[in-house]
């Protein structure tokens, strides 16, 4: 007789620690006995959850959200006092460790944030708010295709297309946040905006900014508040000189304050952003303490555009791997950050 309900067990060695995502929850590296593969497990406190029925929400949105862009879920299953979540082990990190090592092209940065949008319109058609969108949620498969992960904040939308949602990651929270708990999908519009943001500019100049409000233990929320409420954090007029116009005016759009000003899905941002061309995709920044170096390389002719510290440009050019040669024109003193944009677009 085939009996209704089975309980069964799972093995598994802790090989390392990657993350701690909090008081309620870390995350390991393990060796996996029964399929006999090192994966990633999520380890989160029953004690900080609601109640039993919420045990397996995480995977269950995973589950539902099942997508090229989106991480796996192998299993889910729990102990006496936790709950796992098992997902493949992607050996090429986040989107913030890229961040933390290198600058990206606009190339780069349009390519990644699309396949971040293609997870968010199935998440979002799945009726999910992910609520938790950032850098460190952005995973990088085995292709480096990107994959939107971390399901402990999502919430499933009511027939209104609204969801509650009262715990937030601060750096990343919008405007709507601090007036009320219920929200609709363009919460995640706005955190894709920050993300792209990121992407833009790098994490540290996101950082400084955040900074400025002081540490924890004295955040000036007041201040905080007041500079999220009239879009002063982030600087939407501080970026990178080779950021072009197109992909700014995205970003921006992201970050309205009034959410009925953003773009209202996942598609309208990817639609905006199938725009962005030209001369400015391929260079490439890489910050020195006493210069900034940009460098293209385009059909067999390449360009070199340092920066020193007190603003000067010096550019040199070469075809074909040949010498390098001084572009006279674009040699300047105290070179402003619109004759920066020029090089960028017409070179």
């Known amino acids: 007789m085939i009996k209704p309900y089975q309980k069964a067990e799972l093995t598994f060695d802790?090989?390392?620690?990657?993350?701690?995502?909090?008081?309620?929850?870390?995350?390991?590296?393990?060796?996996?006995h029964q399929l006999n593969a090192q994966i990633v497990t999520k380890k989160i406190r029953k004690d900080r959850l609601n109640s039993p029925s919420d045990f397996?929400?995480?995977?269950?949105?995973?589950y539902t959200s099942a997508h090229s862009n989106v991480v796996q879920v192998h299993y889910a299953c729990f102990d006496d006092e936790h709950v796992y979540v098992a997902m493949p082990y992607y050996e090429n990190g986040s989107l913030?460790?890229?961040?933390?090592r290198q600058s990206l092209t606009v190339r780069q940065i349009v390519a990644i944030g699309s396949q971040i949008l293609a997870g968010l319109h199935n998440i979002h058609s799945k009726k999910l708010i992910h609520f938790?969108?950032?850098?460190?949620?952005?995973?990088?498969?085995?292709?480096?295709?990107?994959?939107?992960s971390d399901f402990g904040q999502a919430k499933q939308m009511n027939y209104s297309g609204i969801?509650?949602?009262?715990?937030?990651?601060?750096?990343?929270i919008p405007p709507e946040a601090l007036t009320t708990d219920h929200f609709d999908r363009t919460f995640d519009i706005y955190q894709f905006g920050l993300t792209l943001y990121r992407m833009c500019n790098g994490n540290e100049h996101f950082y400084r900014q955040f900074g400025k409000y002081g540490p924890s233990h004295n955040f000036d929320r007041d201040a905080f508040r007041f500079d999220l409420r009239n879009a002063r954090f982030p600087d939407r007029t501080d970026f990178l000189p080779h950021i072009p116009a197109a992909l700014r005016k995205v970003i921006k759009k992201c970050l309205e304050v009034n959410p009925a000003e953003r773009y209202q899905s996942a598609i309208d941002v990817a639609n905006a952003m199938a725009g962005i061309d030209g001369n400015c995709l391929d260079w490439h920044l890489v910050t020195h303490p006493d210069k900034k170096v940009w460098t293209k390389s385009d059909n067999g002719t390449a360009y070199e555009l340092l920066i020193d510290a007190e603003g000067n440009s010096v550019c040199y050019?070469?075809?074909?791997?040949?010498?390098k040669r001084r572009v006279t024109t674009l040699c300047k003193e105290n070179v402003t950050d619109a004759e920066l944009k020029k090089i960028f677009t017409d070179y």
Request: hydrophobic share 35%; no cysteine; glycine share 8%.
């Open 163 to 172: 969801a509650a949602q009262d715990r937030h990651y601060g750096k990343m």
């Open 317 to 323: 050019k070469s075809v074909n791997g040949g010498q």
């Open 56 to 62: 397996f929400t995480e995977s269950q949105s995973l």
């Open 96 to 100: 913030k460790d890229l961040l933390s």
């Open 14 to 32: 802790i090989i390392r620690e990657i993350g701690h995502d909090g008081q309620n929850s870390q995350t390991f590296v393990v060796h996996d």
């Open 132 to 148: 938790d969108v950032k850098p460190d949620n952005i995973l990088f498969s085995q292709r480096w295709d990107a994959l939107v």
